[in-house]
């Protein structure tokens, strides 16, 4: 007779590595090819292990151990961005990864014992799934009520924006509409399902949270652009200077935004001058120019490299500079790009969905903040490299 929880128990580690594997290679899981191992691992072990224990007792074996052990994983997939289809096919992956390493075992098995193997097992996953949906479920909905409320918070100071120009105004309303149809519309269409309790938890209807989540964080970002803007232009932006090492500013921002170079196979070089180390500047603001040309960067830039390059150029200025391999931008463009709402009018650029015009008007006034300058080189076709030259330590005022 086939001990199966020691089967399994031997076979943990392949297992696990199979189902990364399966995972990161399926096309239709996009959110995991921008995780690292561990996250995409999560509660992976634990569940596989307590299947191992559940084996080794009876049918009547209580499950609730296996359950209770995998009650996070929902709410982390919802954390991580994963939508509803993705996790259930997840799951499917991991049924097929289990059995196929247990093949070999259930071959020299009894029908009565493959029988039972397969119901242990398709029974723990069922009921793990269910518990995974609605924990994912509570998180989505969280957040649905945490994107509520910091659109109320940020309404009030919306209303300011009135005093504005009429032709930034005549954008923002513009660039407001599309998104604010979509949290409306798919908004009704939930709350209609909630008092149905045989769709309320369904994968449509997943969905539908995430449309209404994913359009509402694009409104949100398109208002705290549109109030920092707002902010600079009334002068009420206050610097912190600190003594700030450039390498280490670079390289947190490296780390935030390498999981969208990966998701795009493209690599990330990082050239630092080591005599930077105790710059004069407000290191958040430095760190916010370096994250929106980088992201602007990886954004534009479908193969390649995006380089990152600091130098010191005197010992009253050094720069930085943002190299990619991008479409590039026009000559006639070049001029405008840092002016609000502006987009490039070219066939790739205009199809960014996640661009809100503002990433570099905003990047332009905080340079000028920092008293620096910004200057751009472009090729369409080529690329683009922005350079920004700053003082080693800024004039107080």
């Not at 996953?125 to 479920?137: H, M, P």
């Not at 969905?207 to 409104?219: M, P, T």
């Not at 610097?239 to 921002?253: D, E, F, K, M, P």
């Not at 390498?258 to 004069?280: G, Q």
Request: aromatic fraction near 6%; charged fraction near 25%; include cysteine.
């Amino acid at each position: 007779m086939i001990d199966f929880s020691q089967a399994l128990q031997d076979k943990i580690d392949i297992i696990i590595q199979n189902w990364i594997e399966a995972v990161r290679s399926d096309e239709q899981i996009e959110s995991a090819k921008q995780l690292t191992y561990t996250s995409v691992r999560d509660s992976l072990p634990i569940v596989l292990q307590a299947i191992v224990t559940m084996l080794s007792q009876s049918e009547e074996s209580d499950i609730r151990t296996l359950i209770e052990q995998s009650l996070d994983h929902g709410t982390l997939r919802a954390k991580q961005g994963y939508e509803a289809e993705e996790i259930a096919r997840e799951y499917r992956l991991l049924r097929r990864v289990i059995f196929e390493a247990l093949d070999p075992d259930l071959l020299k098995s009894s029908a009565a014992e493959v029988s039972r193997a397969y119901r242990l097992i398709d029974n723990a996953l069922d009921e793990v799934i269910a518990d995974c949906f609605k924990t994912y479920t509570q998180e989505r909905l969280q957040g649905l009520q945490d994107l509520q409320n910091q659109l109320q918070l940020t309404n009030q100071e919306l209303t300011r924006l009135l005093r504005t120009s009429q032709e930034n105004l005549s954008h923002l309303a513009h660039e407001l509409k599309t998104p604010l149809n979509s949290i409306i519309g798919y908004s009704e269409l939930f709350l209609r399902q909630t008092n149905n309790p045989r769709v309320k938890d369904s994968a449509p209807n997943l969905a539908h949270i995430d449309k209404v989540l994913s359009n509402g964080r694009r409104l949100l970002r398109l208002i705290n652009d549109t109030l920092e803007i707002s902010r600079y232009d009334a002068g009420r932006i206050k610097l912190q200077l600190i003594a700030t090492n450039v390498r280490s500013a670079i390289g947190n921002v490296v780390e935030i935004i390498e999981p969208l170079a990966k998701a795009k196979n493209l690599e990330i070089a990082v050239e630092c001058d080591p005599v930077l180390d105790r710059v004069m500047t407000d290191y958040l603001r430095l760190q916010q120019i370096i994250t929106n040309l980088a992201s602007n960067a990886i954004r534009y830039t479908q193969a390649g490299t995006i380089i990152i390059k600091t130098e010191l150029l005197s010992d009253k200025y050094w720069s930085i500079s943002i190299t990619d391999t991008g479409i590039g931008i026009a000559s006639e463009d070049c001029e405008r790009i840092f002016m609000p709402y502006f987009r490039a009018d070219n066939s790739l650029g205009s199809c960014i969905p996640d661009s809100t015009g503002l990433g570099l008007a905003i990047v332009a006034r905080l340079v000028n903040l920092l008293q620096g300058k910004i200057e751009l080189v472009s090729e369409v076709g080529v690329g683009s490299s922005f350079t920004v030259t700053f003082p080693l330590e800024l004039d107080q005022f």
